[in-house]
C-alpha cells in the first residue's frame, strides 16, 4: 500500500507545475499534489501524463521523475 501511495505522489507531483531541480518545502509539495490531482481528473489522469511524457520527451520525464521521487524521500515533503 505504501509503494502505491508514493507512486501516486510521484505521479501527480510529476504532472504538477513545481520546477525540475526545486526544493519546495511540505506545503508546497502538498498543495502542487493537490493541484494536480485536481487538473488531471485523478492520479490517473496524473499518471497518463506521465506516460504521455515518458512517450513524447523520454530525455526529459527520466530526470523529473526522479527529481519527484527526491522530494517525496526528503523527510519534510509531507509533514504535518
Given at each position: 500500500m505504501r509503494s502505491q501511495l508514493l507512486s501516486a505522489?510521484?505521479?501527480a507531483l510529476f504532472a504538477?507545475?513545481?520546477p525540475t531541480g526545486s526544493r519546495p518545502g511540505h506545503a508546497a509539495v502538498r498543495a502542487a499534489?493537490?493541484?494536480s490531482v485536481r487538473t488531471c481528473g485523478g492520479?490517473?489522469?496524473c499518471?497518463?501524463?506521465l506516460a504521455t511524457a515518458y512517450g513524447d520527451c523520454p530525455e526529459v520525464a527520466?530526470?523529473?521523475m526522479r527529481w519527484a521521487l527526491g522530494v517525496l524521500a526528503e523527510p519534510v515533503a509531507l509533514a504535518a
Open positions: 505522489r510521484a505521479a504538477s507545475d513545481l499534489i493537490a493541484a492520479t490517473r489522469g499518471v497518463a501524463a527520466a530526470p523529473r
